[in-house]
């Protein structure tokens, strides 16, 4: 069975501090791990995924198959990233499973 | 391309009845995936079908049923409605096939169950 899980429900720094959201995640084959982004009254879209390994936003994220984790990072957070956010795993045979979700605030 | 359209938008039920909830995934997208996200508990895992089939289903009762036309489009059915199963259910369809696993949501539809 996969699982992920994000520790941290809620998460509130500010403006131009550092910003770290964790996911941790069970699966015994090779994941594709995501991170979702939900802005107030928008729908849910990709942020990044770790196979890409690239930098949106000043975001990124790190697979550490040891860790079984895939936390994000940004190192001086804005007031916009304020925002709902999901890691997820995609088990390449058309599910994915999603964590709780941890909500950001980003404080002037 | 248009992304992923659902319908209805916002409905109120009471208990005991029965709800259609629709999606159309966007063009070419042969996955569609179903999900029930509430406050407390995030976003929950209902089905995925391809090709007008179930490949993956999650743990609901089998009051939520789904299925999938010759179009992609898809439908999802709870019957019996309970209290409980007030939320907003989001659709998200992806490219099967050059699987790269990244879904493309909808904007919901919101069902409370007075």
């Not at chain 1, 991170?35 to 729908?43: F, G």
């Not at chain 1, 860790?67 to 390449?92: I, R, V, W």
């Not at chain 2, 007008?52 to 999802?76: A, I, L, Y």
Request: aromatic residues 12%.
């Amino acid at each position: 069975a996969q699982r992920v899980t994000q520790p941290e429900k809620l998460l509130s720094v500010f403006k131009g501090a550092p910003v770290e959201l964790k996911c941790n995640y069970s699966y015994s084959g090779s994941p594709e791990l995501f991170w979702y982004v939900q802005y107030s009254r928008q729908r849910l879209q990709l942020l990044l995924r770790h196979i890409s390994r690239e930098s949106i936003k000043g975001f990124t994220a790190d697979l550490n198959k040891g860790e079984t984790s895939f936390h994000l990072k940004k190192p001086f957070a804005q007031e916009e990233d304020s925002a709902m956010y999901y890691c997820a795993l995609n088990d390449g045979a058309g599910k994915s499973t999603f964590g709780d979700g941890t909500t950001l605030t980003v404080k002037p | 391309k248009a992304g992923v359209t659902q319908t209805p938008r916002y409905l109120i039920k009471t208990r005991g009845q029965q709800v259609t909830l629709s999606c159309s995934p966007i063009s070419g997208h042969r996955s569609v995936s179903w999900y029930q996200q509430t406050p407390g508990q995030g976003l929950q895992f209902l089905f995925e079908y391809f090709s007008e089939t179930q490949r993956n289903k999650g743990n609901f009762p089998g009051r939520f049923s789904g299925r999938q036309f010759s179009n992609s489009r898809s439908e999802m059915n709870v019957s019996t409605l309970e209290l409980g199963d007030s939320a907003l259910y989001l659709c998200a369809s992806s490219l099967a096939g050059q699987d790269t696993g990244e879904l493309f949501f909808g904007e919901g539809s919101r069902l409370t169950v007075l």
